[in-house]
């Protein structure tokens, strides 16, 4: 593996790091790189471009002369393209201009943009850049003082908000996070930084291999009844690492795609999204690295898809509620109003109905009771009175027909 320098905030050297030769040492592949930032900015057009045409043009609706007896040519309508104020003859329509880039594509420009920043010594990692709260002055003098003169791309993690409010306010700084890395970006900028929990690498596709390696030296030594080497114990001390690639909380893909015991939430690398179990897409998604729990996918800077945080902003107490309208409106179909603060909630033949306000709807009490919501105390003992009243009427009743028989 290729080492880069280490620098602190200050500009010193702090040592060195390794990064992955399959991301940093490859040799750059122009034709693919432009083919991906054509199609990059392609995807950025609108595509709102509109012309009318003679149909659509208003009037010239009636005929504007005899058809013969004038000398002039025969017109049927003066919104023809040859007049002035006419239609457009095959002009411009809305349209979309994507462009469909296979992701081998796409990951082999990423590569090839940053061996070539890495070949011309542009690229520079440090350690931290130790910003407790956002001030641009201190993001200056740290890029003052790695030498960095002209357009840089700062990595930023989802954690380090204060960070990004510092360099963000650099007019020749351009940020973005880890997931959003691409080849137009890298090249449009002639540093880039990272920092070293940020460097990226190549994925963890080679890791089902390396464990099967390493199985089959384990049988062979099970075999002879033979002491591992020392070798074969660095090797099996590398495959451990790399059953973690994403820090604690992640496991690499087994070798058949199965899911590892205790780690049911699926990552996949190429979006940088999560996906548990109760998602849509769940049994469609190809995990590249698995999951303990939704929080280590979100510190190995995974995101939960959107349509996923929509789904639950909708419906933020699970099936049966659902979110306030903007307007504060009932939701149709969803007529028990439920308060956060309180944990309570009425329905439409409460008297405090009309006074509360609803943070969250629910179709159902059972809905609103399985959430945590409870009944008003005034209302549970009032109802209890009323089924006791109810039992003495019936008991009454019961006796008044004996007595009568």
């Not at 059953?243 to 205790?262: C, V, W």
Request: one cysteine or more; a negative charge; hydrophobic letters at 35%.
């Amino acid at each position: 593996m290729a080492t880069l320098t280490l620098k602190n905030v200050s500009g010193k050297d702090a040592g060195t790091v390794e990064v992955d030769d399959d991301m940093f040492g490859v040799q750059p592949n122009v034709p693919v790189m432009h083919q991906v930032v054509t199609a990059q900015l392609a995807a950025r057009r609108s595509g709102t471009q509109s012309t009318k045409t003679r149909a659509e043009v208003r009037g010239g609706g009636r005929k504007p002369y005899s058809q013969k007896g004038t000398g002039n040519a025969r017109q049927g309508s003066i919104r023809g393209p040859h007049f002035s104020g006419g239609g457009v003859a095959l002009g411009p329509k809305p349209r979309k201009y994507d462009q469909k880039t296979p992701k081998k594509m796409v990951k082999l420009a990423l590569k090839s943009a940053l061996s070539d920043r890495a070949n011309e010594g542009k690229i520079i990692v440090v350690d931290s850049w130790g910003i407790d709260t956002p001030k641009t002055k201190l993001a200056k003098l740290a890029l003052d003082a790695l030498g960095i003169t002209g357009t840089a791309l700062v990595v930023v993690g989802r954690d380090d908000a204060a960070a990004a409010l510092s360099f963000r306010n650099l007019p020749n700084v351009q940020i973005i996070g880890p997931g959003e890395l691409n080849a137009y970006d890298v090249l449009c900028n002639e540093w880039i930084v990272f920092t070293k929990d940020l460097v990226p690498v190549s994925g963890v596709a080679d890791a089902p291999a390396k464990r099967a390696a390493v199985a089959d030296v384990a049988a062979v030594a099970d075999a002879v009844e033979a002491p591992v080497s020392e070798t074969t114990a660095e090797t099996i001390s590398e495959i451990t690492a790399d059953e973690a690639p994403y820090g604690e909380g992640s496991h690499a893909a087994l070798a058949d795609g199965g899911e590892p015991e205790g780690y049911p939430i699926k990552g996949n690398a190429d979006s940088m999204l999560y996906h548990g179990p109760a998602s849509s897409h769940y049994n469609q998604t190809v995990a590249e690295v698995w999951f303990a729990t939704e929080e280590a996918a979100e510190a190995a800077g995974f995101s939960k898809p959107a349509s996923v945080q929509a789904a639950e902003e909708r419906a933020p107490y699970g099936e049966g509620s659902r979110a306030a309208n903007e307007d504060g409106s009932e939701p149709k179909g969803f007529p028990i109003k439920g308060n956060a603060d309180s944990m309570l909630y009425h329905s439409p033949d409460t008297r405090f109905y009309n006074q509360t306000v609803a943070e969250v709807w629910f179709a159902t009490e059972e809905a609103a009771e399985a959430a945590g919501f409870s009944k008003p105390p005034s209302v549970a003992a009032a109802e209890e009175a009323a089924e006791e009243a109810a039992g003495d009427d019936d008991t009454t009743t019961e006796d008044t027909q004996k007595g009568d028989s």
